[in-house]
């Protein structure tokens, strides 16, 4: 048994035992999770107190289902009523966007949250050029004639660990200079005396089509991140362009040094079998060893990235995984998810790298048939 698992299970137990002894109402207003029959990723930013819907393009918004999942003894109100709210189905076909408050159980605090649903259309090209939010760090989007999307990232776990004084110093960034405008900037970086106790030294930059659960960013952190948002084309290619420096010493997850290992980049896209709305694959869908997720039909990853100052250009073909064969009609249906992810280490989310490597993106394409 770890030590994170030895601590979370200690704090776990004084809480319990507190609130056994106490039986203090709850003094917490949050929304902690969302989930609906149609929802296809729910992203909720903590900070802002917004959270982000996303349904497929085409999708009856009239009777929204929407399960919150409230701090213990909470309660949630839409602010405004609309014809045919009945909850936990909501109206949202007047006004994409609504607000709903969440009292605590001791009816002293409160906190209002912005919800949003946006009906989504993946698009196949993506810059890196807007930004959703910079502070307390960088949001980044994508858009196409459908809806917005937010980027999701390690930065709001990376939050926890108190290392970032602003936001240029979190693992996934902005940089001002791309191959074409601007573009994304990975970083692994040091968690500090946060991270090393409890088995995470390290963060790697990472961006992914899908959403972080800041909630299990300490006791289950590749379970916290949620890959890939449906997709309805067959992708043949993923393209674009890297720049890649690697750190100088390369670390385990206990933070020893292993000598003769070296660092490496990731970039790399899925289309897998989603059997439901709400299912995506998570960080341990490619473990360091071992087979991969079995409802991986299509795989594009770059088998070895060099270093090199310069704007390279990477053209990975998609190929078949588990011996499957994508259904053409099951694409056609929404049955089939497409994740892209990039990492500044390859065993980043295994707590494996070099502080200081550095992976920057630009202009990415998913060339399909």
């Not at 909850?87 to 919800?115: C, H, K, M, W």
């Not at 500090?192 to 409890?198: Q, V």
């Not at 249906?333 to 992810?341: C, H, S, T």
Request: hydrophobic share 35%; net charge negative.
């Amino acid at each position: 048994m770890n030590f994170r698992t030895c601590a979370a299970g200690f704090l776990l137990s004084l809480f319990t035992a507190s609130c056994i002894q106490d039986e203090v109402p709850n003094v917490e207003a949050a929304i902690d999770g969302c989930t609906g029959a149609n929802i296809q990723l729910a992203s909720i930013d903590a900070t802002h107190k917004e959270i982000e819907i996303y349904v497929l393009d085409g999708t009856d918004i009239s009777r929204q289902e929407l399960n919150f999942t409230l701090a213990d003894g909470a309660t949630i109100q839409a602010d405004e009523q609309e014809a045919g709210d009945q909850p936990p189905y909501y109206n949202f076909s007047q006004q994409p966007l609504r607000r709903f408050t969440v009292t605590s159980e001791d009816g002293n605090t409160q906190a209002t949250y912005i919800v949003r649903i946006n009906k989504m259309e993946l698009p196949t090209h993506f810059s890196f050029e807007n930004l959703r939010a910079t502070t307390p760090y960088h949001i980044f989007y994508l858009t196409n004639e459908s809806g917005i999307m937010q980027w999701a990232s390690g930065n709001p776990g990376y939050k926890l660990s108190g290392m970032a004084l602003n936001e240029t110093e979190y693992p996934t960034v902005q940089s001002p200079i791309g191959y074409s405008g601007k573009s994304v900037r990975l970083t692994t970086s040091d968690t500090g005396a946060f991270g090393e106790p409890i088995g995470m030294p390290i963060a790697a930059g990472n961006l992914f089509i899908g959403s972080f659960d800041v909630q299990n960013a300490v006791l289950a952190p590749r379970e916290a991140t949620h890959f890939g948002f449906p997709f309805t084309k067959m992708p043949v290619r993923l393209t674009g362009w890297y720049k890649y420096k690697r750190g100088d010493v390369f670390t385990d997850e206990d933070k020893n040094v292993i000598d003769g290992e070296t660092d490496m980049g990731d970039i790399y896209a899925l289309l897998y079998e989603a059997p439901t709305a709400d299912y995506t694959v998570d960080g341990n869908a490619l473990p360091l060893v071992g087979a991969i997720n079995k409802n991986i039909a299509l795989m594009a990853r770059i088998p070895d990235m060099r270093e090199t100052d310069e704007w390279t250009y990477f053209d990975l073909p998609f190929e078949r995984q588990n011996g499957k064969t994508v259904d053409p009609e099951g694409l056609a249906n929404g049955k089939y998810k497409l994740a892209i992810v990039f990492s500044s280490s390859i065993g980043g989310g295994f707590f494996r790298g070099a502080i200081g490597s550095e992976l920057c993106i630009d202009e990415v394409e998913v060339i399909c048939e």
